[in-house]
């Protein structure tokens, strides 16, 4: 079972700055494929950003040059960096792993969710 924590959310004014950080609890973090999702008020859960074990990144448009996903394996923790935010980034976002190991799949993973808010 693996077990991630987000953290970094909050109130920010529109055109400010947030990084949220989801660790997780397992050693082999480094194999896992990361995601953040967010989902808003009446609307559906989507993929804002993605890293592959491998360093490959995906965004979605709605995001892109403004959001950054990174990763530290050495502390099993994956970053959102959030600049230029909009009213309409406001959602819980939360973070997803798909743990591949040496061994083989082991299951696609969910954090609580932060709450983001963006404040005109």
């Known amino acids: 079972q693996v077990q991630l924590v987000e953290s970094g959310g909050g109130l920010v004014q529109a055109g400010g700055s947030l990084r949220l950080a989801c660790a997780a609890s397992d050693r082999t973090f480094r194999s896992y494929a990361m995601g953040w999702y967010r989902q808003a008020p009446g609307k559906q859960r989507e993929r804002v950003a993605a890293?592959?074990?491998?360093?490959?990144?995906n965004y979605a448009d709605s995001v892109k040059g403004r959001f950054t996903i990174s990763r530290d394996n050495a502390k099993n923790t994956v970053y959102l960096q959030m600049d230029s935010l909009k009213l309409e980034d406001t959602a819980v976002y939360y973070c997803?792993?798909?743990?591949?190991?040496?061994?083989?799949?082991?299951?696609?993973?969910w954090g609580q969710g932060t709450q983001v808010t963006v404040s005109s």
């Open positions: 997803n792993a798909d743990v591949r190991r040496s061994t083989g799949y082991y299951g696609n993973y």
């Open positions: 890293l592959s074990s491998g360093g490959s990144t």
